[in-house]
């Protein structure tokens, strides 16, 4: 068993750091909001994929042969499902996105994934499969060859697998069927939410609506949306009202901000994030306890019985603890410098910012994944 322990954190005096200048940047609005009522909708369908090389759901999957029975019966043949017997079918969910202002007649991509026990979906073909939204209604329909960017091949008792077989794409297989209901340039207010929350970029956007269009028609509800009023000059012309919006210029907050993921070690941070005055002392202690087996066995011609036993050994091993000091202002690119030349792991890395932040010396967001 092995227990590590980390670091020892001493949190020095904070009240020379030096000022964070801030940094101006640029975006598009349409890079930082997006507009309400324009989005996809998603859609989910059952359906079967035939033609496959004996890769398909065996026979204790009774809602493929079901299905497959059912199918025929609506094409004028009558199979006991008991008689049934095939390893060339499968039964799928098939999922879409419905882009926004999708029409009838266009085409969209499809997603088929087995619901039995298929070992692989390669050279089969989704029959006529309908999409529904959440509403129930029918909006879409698939059918077509699918592409499995992957493979299973076995026997013997051996075999090989690449990539995921049982999850393919049918591109442009499904064709829609209905439209989501609405007209768009009859709104009389459109509303844009901020991808990040922010006071301050959403005063900003407002402020750069309001300039553009010379009227006092866009106000902030709150720290992540901005409601703006159809003009009068604008009404039943609001495609043409977003796409002069769309591309205002608003200039940003970059927030200071660390993020770690503790299950892979990974620290992503701005090298221009400051930290107070710290010193860190790192050191690592290890134990190993270590288990042999042993066999007592009697002499000849004794009464005594052989007995299995265990020798334990116990091991600590204590590293040289690995000290650095930080001047007030550095940036944690600087650190992390230091840092991995002290050899720190990356995992002590996100142990040691997490410290850092708790003692108050990380002037910036620590976002732990």
Same mark, same amino acid.
Request: aromatic letters at 2%.
């Given at each position: 068993?092995?227990?590590?322990?980390?670091?020892?954190?001493?949190?020095?005096?904070?009240?020379?750091?030096?000022?964070?200048?801030?940094?101006?940047?640029?975006?598009?609005?349409?890079?930082?909001?997006?507009?309400?009522?324009?989005?996809?909708?998603?859609?989910?369908?059952?359906?079967?994929?035939?033609?496959?090389?004996?890769?398909?759901?065996?026979?204790?999957?009774?809602? /493929?042969?079901?299905?497959?029975?059912?199918?025929?019966?609506?094409?004028?043949?009558?199979?006991?499902?008991?008689?049934?017997?095939?390893?060339?079918?499968?039964?799928?969910?098939?999922?879409?996105?419905?882009?926004?202002?999708?029409?009838?007649?266009?085409? &969209?991509?499809?997603? $088929?994934?087995?619901?039995?026990?298929?070992?692989?979906?390669?050279?089969?073909?989704?029959?006529?499969?309908?999409?529904?939204?959440?509403?129930?209604?029918?909006?879409?329909?698939?059918?077509?060859?699918?592409?499995?960017?992957?493979?299973?091949?076995?026997?013997?008792?051996?075999?090989? /697998?690449?990539?995921?077989?049982?999850?393919?794409?049918?591109?442009?297989?499904?064709?829609?069927?209905?439209?989501?209901?609405?007209?768009?340039?009859?709104?009389?207010?459109?509303?844009?939410?901020? $991808?990040?929350?922010?006071?301050?970029?959403?005063?900003?956007?407002?402020?750069? &609506?309001?300039?553009?269009?010379?009227?006092?028609?866009?106000?902030?509800?709150?720290?992540?949306?901005?409601?703006?009023?159809?003009?009068?000059?604008?009404?039943?012309?609001?495609?043409?009202?977003?796409?002069?919006?769309?591309?205002?210029?608003?200039?940003?907050?970059?927030?200071?901000?660390? $993020?770690?993921?503790?299950? /892979?070690?990974?620290?992503?941070?701005?090298?221009?994030?400051?930290?107070?005055?710290? @010193?860190?002392?790192?050191?690592?202690?290890?134990?190993?306890?270590?288990?042999?087996?042993?066999? @007592?066995?009697? /002499?000849?011609?004794?009464?005594?019985?052989?007995?299995?036993?265990?020798?334990?050994?116990?091991?600590? +091993?204590?590293?040289?603890?690995?000290?650095?000091?930080?001047?007030?202002?550095? +940036?944690?690119?600087?650190?992390?410098?230091?840092?991995?030349?002290?050899?720190? +792991?990356?995992?002590?890395?996100?142990?040691?910012?997490?410290? &850092?932040?708790?003692?108050?010396?990380?002037?910036?967001?620590?976002?732990?994944?």
């Amino acid at each position: 068993m092995r227990k590590s322990v980390l670091f020892c954190l001493c949190l020095g005096c904070l009240l020379g750091a030096a000022p964070i200048p801030e940094r101006k940047v640029e975006a598009r609005l349409k890079e930082v909001a997006r507009l309400q009522g324009v989005r996809g909708n998603q859609l989910l369908g059952y359906g079967v994929v035939v033609g496959l090389n004996g890769t398909g759901d065996k026979d204790q999957t009774k809602f /493929t042969v079901q299905t497959l029975t059912n199918l025929m019966a609506r094409q004028g043949i009558s199979v006991s499902p008991s008689s049934v017997k095939v390893k060339n079918v499968a039964s799928v969910m098939v999922t879409a996105d419905l882009p926004a202002f999708a029409k009838p007649g266009q085409r &969209i991509d499809v997603t $088929v994934s087995s619901t039995g026990d298929a070992t692989s979906l390669a050279g089969g073909t989704l029959l006529m499969a309908p999409l529904q939204g959440a509403d129930g209604q029918t909006y879409a329909v698939g059918q077509g060859p699918l592409l499995v960017g992957g493979f299973a091949a076995g026997g013997g008792g051996g075999g090989a /697998t690449k990539n995921h077989p049982t999850v393919g794409r049918v591109p442009d297989g499904a064709l829609v069927e209905r439209e989501v209901a609405g007209n768009f340039n009859d709104r009389r207010f459109l509303r844009y939410s901020l $991808v990040e929350e922010d006071f301050t970029t959403t005063v900003r956007v407002v402020h750069s &609506i309001n300039e553009e269009l010379g009227m006092e028609v866009a106000k902030p509800l709150d720290s992540r949306t901005v409601e703006v009023l159809v003009p009068e000059g604008f009404q039943g012309r609001v495609v043409e009202l977003v796409a002069r919006l769309e591309n205002l210029p608003v200039q940003l907050q970059p927030r200071a901000r660390v $993020v770690v993921n503790e299950k /892979t070690g990974t620290v992503i941070l701005g090298t221009d994030v400051k930290i107070g005055a710290v @010193s860190i002392v790192q050191g690592g202690l290890s134990i190993v306890v270590s288990s042999t087996p042993l066999v @007592s066995q009697p /002499t000849s011609l004794s009464q005594g019985k052989t007995v299995a036993g265990a020798k334990k050994d116990v091991n600590a +091993t204590e590293e040289k603890a690995k000290i650095a000091s930080l001047e007030p202002g550095v +940036t944690v690119g600087r650190m992390v410098e230091m840092l991995n030349g002290l050899g720190v +792991t990356p995992r002590d890395l996100v142990a040691i910012l997490q410290a &850092i932040k708790d003692a108050g010396a990380l002037n910036a967001e620590l976002r732990v994944l």
